[in-house]
């Protein structure tokens, strides 16, 4: 008579947690285990290179490739510590690595991972570079096209790039005043304010934008890249007016991971080019990049009296102390302080 096996002493993996094929190539196996884990494409492509860098590092001192199974988690700890104090890396960058390395040990290899005492970075932040006014109109004023809308928007929003860019159609809610941040910093979503200068331009580019997807629907195109689970659970919506890129690619491209041809959002680089150049044809004389316009819509809200909580919510910062960092540069800072000099 058959019997039912006794399953009480099997072992199995957590829920959330996936074994990677054990045959497999190191890198396969990351790759397996960080798309189970749904991390974002750069988040995953990032923390495979820190890996890459912190084998070469073992590599240049033992004089071959060592598996980090091999290396075990006690290796980390030279290799941060060269970090902090022979590339002079930031806080957050070396942050980066270790976050990358421990996914690799629990997650990847299951092993625990033990650090040790490594030499930490302790430079404090810097204050960030902020323009006038005056500066940002004048900088805004030196671009053309759709760059100069992307670029109004970073300072009317306060988005950061990569959050502008990942824009779709349903996230503008015209009807509210408001955009929708989807998956920002941290996987969260948040609401940020659509500028009312803003609405008649952005409603003209999107429809400029729906006649090139419609055209694209008769070509036999128009689909593009969905949220992790939702293309699986409606696969008729990757065709979809509200699910398309806000600032599509110009051309089509074919996504092999997905096995179609689309049009992907716009490139970052080429919007920072386009600020960089236009900031060479003014006055400024300050190392201003996209994300200073960010820097520019927080400190501009708090010189105006906005509540420094509601610029927190606005910014997407987890932490008051982090938007605390734009009171330093504002020109009245603390309770409106003057130079006695001035006095």
Known sequence: ?????????????????????PKGKLKDQFHEVARF??????????YWEWVVRYLKFHKERAG????????????????????????DVSISTQNQALNALLFLHREVLSLPMVAGDFVRVRRAPGVPTVLTREEVRE???AMSGTHQLMARLLYGTGMRLLELFRLRVKDLDFARGQIIVRAGKGAKDRVTMLPESLRELLQKHLAGV???????????????AMPPGLGRKYPKASREWMWQWAFPSGNLS?????GF???????????????KEALQRTTINKAATCHTLRHSFATHLLEGGTDIRQVQD???????ATTQIYTHVMQKPGLGVRSPLDT
Request: no cysteine; aromatic share 4%; net charge positive.
């Open 210 to 224: 729906r006649l090139q997807h419609n055209h694209d629907l008769k070509e036999g195109y128009g689909q593009v």
């Open 314 to 320: 606005l910014l997407g910062h987890k932490n008051v």
């Open 64 to 87: 071959e490739w060592r598996h980090p199974r091999d290396l075990g988690s006690r290796a980390v700890t030279p290799f941060l510590t060269w970090l902090a104090t022979e590339r």
């Open 1 to 21: 008579m058959y019997q039912q096996p006794h399953l009480a002493n099997t072992t199995r993996p957590p829920l959330d947690k996936l074994l990677p094929n």
């Open 254 to 258: 074919t996504n092999s991971a997905l």
């Open 139 to 141: 900088l805004l004023g």
């Open 37 to 46: 884990k749904h991390l974002s494409s750069r988040t995953e492509t990032t």
């Open 261 to 275: 041809t689309g049009r992907h959002h716009l490139a970052e680089n080429g919007l920072q080019r386009a600020v």
